[in-house]
């Protein structure tokens, strides 16, 4: 079967990443963390993430249950850079939920419709109902990033999504539906792990995009795009909360940490939900 961008992750790998980022690929153990920045060496162990994910999916099922008989509207936004692990925590957090009221929002790009509307209308249709949960995977926010990095808008319509950003999710939040922004983050090792490990195995062959292909030589054209983005919408009423994803393990568990922490749902235990990790959760400032 030909793979999709044949040979494009590992051309690059070969040709173009730097010869530190390869290294430490060719000599980490599956378990060993590549960035020495992040705060632990190796991943969390497999049973005590076991163990620790299913009591706090039971906790989700507590906090659907009090959304639907509270009525209150919650809206959860997964971003972050190309596989940095938004679908995976997304599954970990929706698995054990009433699919009729816990959706997952994932749009394709526009259609010529929607280019001629006003640009968060296509997201207002979404928004969460009495009851529900929505998931958001990617959001509004290509824009600030995505769209920039690859030249899909003009600086002005940036400049004008940037102008309106803050009032828009303030009037969500005023209008009572409680906003998540989750930003995954991820190194740029471990990103190139991953692609390659989808390069290779059928089964996630699909993962790939050309944007993902494309966007291996940009890493410093995402990093100016994600820093002037948290500079401009890191608010204080829809604040960014940062998820260090190099451990996927450790980020669902924080991430849904993070979630259950904020809400205060009916009949939560807090001895299973605590506070998220400190090295691995915080603002803006945790990535620079």
Same mark, same amino acid.
């Given at each position: 079967?030909?793979?999709?961008?044949?040979?494009?992750?590992?051309?690059?790998?070969?040709?173009?990443?730097?010869?530190?980022?390869?290294?430490?690929?060719?000599?980490?153990?599956?378990?060993?963390?590549?960035?020495?920045?992040?705060?632990?060496?190796?991943?969390?162990?497999?049973?005590?993430?076991?163990?620790?994910?299913?009591?706090?999916?039971?906790?989700?099922?507590?906090? %659907?249950?009090?959304? *639907?008989?509270?009525?209150?509207?919650?809206? =959860?936004? +997964?971003?972050? $850079?190309?596989?940095?692990?938004? !679908?995976?925590?997304?599954?970990?957090?929706?698995?054990?939920?009433?699919?009729?009221?816990?959706?997952?929002?994932?749009?394709?790009?526009?259609?010529?419709?929607?280019?001629?509307?006003?640009?968060? %209308?296509?997201?207002? *249709?979404?928004?969460?109902?009495?009851?529900? =949960?929505? +998931?958001?995977? $990617?959001?509004?926010?290509?824009? !600030?990033?995505?769209?920039?990095?690859?030249?899909?808008?003009?600086?002005?319509?940036?400049?004008?999504?940037?102008?309106?950003?803050?009032?828009?999710?303030?009037?969500?939040?005023?209008?009572?539906?409680?906003?998540?922004?989750?930003?995954?983050?991820?190194?740029?090792?471990?990103?190139?792990?991953?692609?390659?490990?989808?390069?290779?195995?059928?089964?996630?062959?699909?993962?790939?995009?050309?944007?993902?292909?494309?966007?291996?030589?940009?890493?410093?054209?995402?990093?100016?795009?994600?820093?002037?983005?948290?500079?401009?919408?890191?608010?204080?009423?829809?604040?960014?909360?940062?998820?260090?994803?190099?451990?996927?393990?450790?980020?669902?568990?924080?991430?849904?940490?993070?979630?259950?922490?904020?809400?205060?749902?009916?009949?939560?235990?807090?001895?299973?939900?605590?506070?998220?990790?400190?090295?691995?959760?915080?603002?803006?400032?945790?990535?620079?």
């Amino acid at each position: 079967m030909q793979k999709p961008f044949d040979g494009a992750i590992s051309a690059f790998y070969e040709n173009e990443a730097p010869d530190s980022i390869r290294k430490s690929i060719q000599t980490a153990s599956k378990k060993e963390i590549l960035d020495k920045s992040f705060p632990y060496d190796k991943q969390m162990d497999k049973d005590e993430y076991e163990d620790t994910i299913e009591d706090l999916q039971v906790e989700l099922v507590k906090l %659907q249950s009090w959304a *639907q008989e509270s009525g209150a509207r919650i809206a =959860i936004i +997964f971003e972050g $850079r190309d596989a940095a692990g938004k !679908g995976g925590t997304i599954k970990r957090f929706r698995e054990n939920l009433n699919p009729r009221s816990a959706r997952v929002v994932a749009l394709s790009k526009p259609s010529e419709t929607e280019r001629g509307q006003w640009y968060f %209308q296509r997201y207002i *249709q979404h928004m969460p109902s009495a009851g529900e =949960i929505v +998931f958001f995977d $990617r959001s509004w926010y290509n824009r !600030g990033v995505v769209e920039k990095v690859f030249g899909f808008c003009t600086d002005e319509q940036r400049k004008h999504f940037f102008a309106q950003v803050n009032e828009f999710e303030d009037m969500l939040v005023d209008d009572g539906i409680i906003l998540i922004k989750l930003w995954l983050n991820v190194g740029r090792g471990e990103q190139l792990r991953r692609f390659l490990s989808r390069e290779s195995d059928r089964l996630k062959q699909w993962k790939l995009s050309g944007i993902d292909v494309k966007g291996l030589a940009k890493w410093d054209e995402y990093t100016t795009a994600i820093q002037e983005n948290f500079k401009k919408t890191h608010s204080k009423h829809a604040p960014w909360v940062i998820v260090r994803t190099d451990d996927k393990k450790r980020a669902r568990i924080n991430a849904i940490r993070t979630v259950l922490a904020q809400i205060p749902y009916a009949q939560k235990n807090e001895k299973v939900v605590s506070k998220p990790d400190p090295k691995i959760v915080g603002g803006p400032e945790i990535i620079g």
